[in-house]
């Protein structure tokens, strides 16, 4: 099997160590706008499987070029760039694979069409290939889940979704995170975007519009992570799910309250309009998001203290909780997701890097476009059979365990 990846930041990367060690893969080519970062990763992961390519993403006959013979294009740069991606894929017969997507699809969705009536899914179809959706940490792991419960109920009347982080360091005195730099871990302006972006919910089979960190509830999750202010959130999810999860009338997803993005946002400092600064004329977002680290750093740099460090410190806390009827009763399924992240020094020595949570996901997804006959056009990770995904998953050698309760 042979695949394109489209983007070597941190995603992309981690993607590349983890599908190099697959015995299904036989080449990766690796692909960046500057091809200098793809080489840095290839050097770092140390496959010889992998090789390196320079890369326009919004350039589909670039993509085309680069996608020659390969079996599926991975789509990791930013999520509008997704219809130049495809394009690209489509053209060189590659199935195609993404972990997040926004225009034109979230608009399609809110007017009420179907993943079969979505913008290149027609395409797909009559090529006889397939588009998977959404296939990382959330989306991705958030749907597999939702349709693993869905499928023990007769009916699904609701899924919600929420997701907790804290950081807990030794000796730290009350209010000393106030001044913790702020690094989301994955694209500091796709972060800065999303935070300040107006959002929906599905309510009572209708979509509602919330404003930017709108519908705050307070959410309990297991401890250490603890009791945190969550808020509706943009996200892939509350689009895609009422059209694959039939008869769902409430899909809702909710972040815990990034502090210093709140203020950000607060402030103006989120903004994408130009303003003037001493005779120089700039971007907020851009300001901001060129002062965090980019996440290709956090792919290989990490010493084996400092992982350790990570999982004694660092927590994040997912909640999936499907409601329905079974045999006329409401049933409700609700899974406890721990970071996916851990234990670091054994994700390395399995996969090359500890940064598998958005990683992992994207390779399973790939490696089953790669070896299942799926329905073609565009598709979503919860039309997937979440066992077989699982399964997958874990046949990885992936050391990770989740809480599943019913209600």
């Known amino acids: 099997m042979k695949v394109l ?36 990763v ?10 390196t390519d320079h890369i326009n993403a919004t350039d589909p006959d670039d993509v ?31 199935n195609y694979i993404n972990t997040a997507f926004d225009t034109p699809y979230w608009d399609e969705f809110l007017d009420g069409k179907g993943p079969e009536e979505l ?46 982080k804290a950081t807990i360091l030794p000796d730290e005195k009350p209010y000393d995170w106030v001044l913790r730099p702020w ?71 909710k972040y815990y309250m990034m502090y210093q993005p709140a203020i950000f946002y607060a402030i103006g400092l989120c903004s994408q309009e130009e303003i003037e600064v001493g005779g120089v004329k700039v971007k907020p977002i851009d300001v901001v998001s060129s002062l965090v680290p980019p996440p290709a750093n956090n792919i290989f740099a990490e010493s084996e203290e400092a992982l350790e460090y990570a999982d004694k410190t660092a927590f994040i806390e997912l909640i999936v909780e499907v409601s329905g009827k079974k045999d006329g009763k409401t049933v409700t399924y609700r899974a406890n997701c721990p970071k996916m992240n851990a234990p670091g020094p054994e994700l390395v020595k399995l996969y090359g890097t500890a940064l598998v949570y958005v990683a992992l996901p994207l390779a399973v997804g790939t490696l089953l476009l790669g070896s299942c006959d799926m329905e073609k056009g565009i598709i979503f990770a919860d039309q997937l059979d979440p066992d077989m995904f699982i399964d997958r998953m874990m046949a990885t050698g992936y050391p990770y365990k989740w809480k599943e309760t019913v209600i």
């Open 183 to 253: 690094n989301p871990g994955w694209s500091p302006k796709q972060a800065l975007i999303d935070c300040a972006s107006s959002t929906y919910a599905l309510e009572d089979g209708k979509y509602v519009e919330y404003p930017p960190f709108g519908g705050m509830e307070m959410c309990s999750f297991p401890a250490p992570v603890g009791e945190l202010p969550v808020t509706h959130h943009s996200h892939e999810e509350i689009y895609s799910m009422p059209s694959t999860f039939k008869g769902v009338k409430d899909v809702d997803f």
């Open 42 to 51: 290839a050097k770092n992961i140390g496959s010889d499987k992998i090789k």
């Open 64 to 94: 085309a070029r680069a996608a020659q013979g390969v079996d599926v294009v991975i789509d990791m740069v930013m999520p509008w760039m997704v219809q130049y991606v495809m394009k690209g894929a489509l053209k060189a017969k590659a």
């Open 5 to 40: 990846i489209v983007g070597a930041g941190g995603q992309g990367g981690a993607c590349a160590s983890i599908l190099s060690r697959q015995k299904e893969i036989d080449e990766i080519i690796l692909a960046d706008l500057k091809e200098e970062t793809a080489m840095k």
């Open 119 to 164: 913008t290149l899914s027609k395409e797909f179809k009559e090529a006889g290939l397939t588009a998977l959706f959404g296939c990382g940490f959330a989306p991705g792991w958030t749907n597999v889940l939702a349709r693993k419960f869905a499928n023990r109920l007769d009916e699904v009347d609701s899924i919600k979704m929420r997701i907790g």
